[in-house]
């Protein structure tokens, strides 16, 4: 079966995620952290694609960000393939692929799943066991969204602004909602949609989503179509005396 094209809707919100090849550390020190949120940033801007949360782990990278484009996502990531893989593989002597194929990414319905998907991305510093506390954990935008530091990476999403009038507002809101420990339900049905890259979201979402591409959203129903002839002797065989 042919391989569907990517998920890239152009002024919509989309989960990124990209891991190590074999389940190899991207990151092994604080230089390479630093070296890589250069390259984003950069990336991003070159893009025209609007960052709004991220994480680092050692092995793998999660974002969400809007790209301006259909063509933004993939630059930004092809753009930082180009200046950050080559720096690792200097830096730590190594050769050859860093990442683990294709980056993986989906469209997320901002209004239901921004904040839940920015606060369980967040929260893997903690779930994989790096930190005892979010706030412990340089390299995600927990600080940003919580008014411990402004990160230039960040453009804040509307989402976000939803939360309070005033950056005190804000900042302690989200701070609350962060108190809360990610249902595995939801980390499963992001993490699931990302990988499949299928849409995530209301009905109506994906109706409108619908008429801004022509990829399929949603996996086709299972199983092969009933023949007419045998549903008709189906029903034939039913109906008889």
Known sequence: MARLPRL?????????????????????????YLAFLRCLKEAANQSEVALHAYVLLPARIQLLA????????GKMMQALGRHYVPYYNARHGRTGSLWDGRYRATVLEASQYFLPCCIMMEYQSIATGLVAELDNYPWSSHAHHIGLEKNPLITDHPEYWALGNTPFQREAAYKTLSEFVPQASLVEEIETATQKAWALGTEDFKRQLAKLTPRRLSPAPRGRPVKSNKLLKDIKIKTEP
């Open 8 to 32: 890239v809707v152009p002024d919509q919100l989309h989960h990124i995620v990209a891991k190590g090849h074999n389940q190899q550390p991207v990151f092994r020190e604080e230089a390479d």
């Open 66 to 73: 809007t790209p301006s484009t259909e063509q933004g996502l």
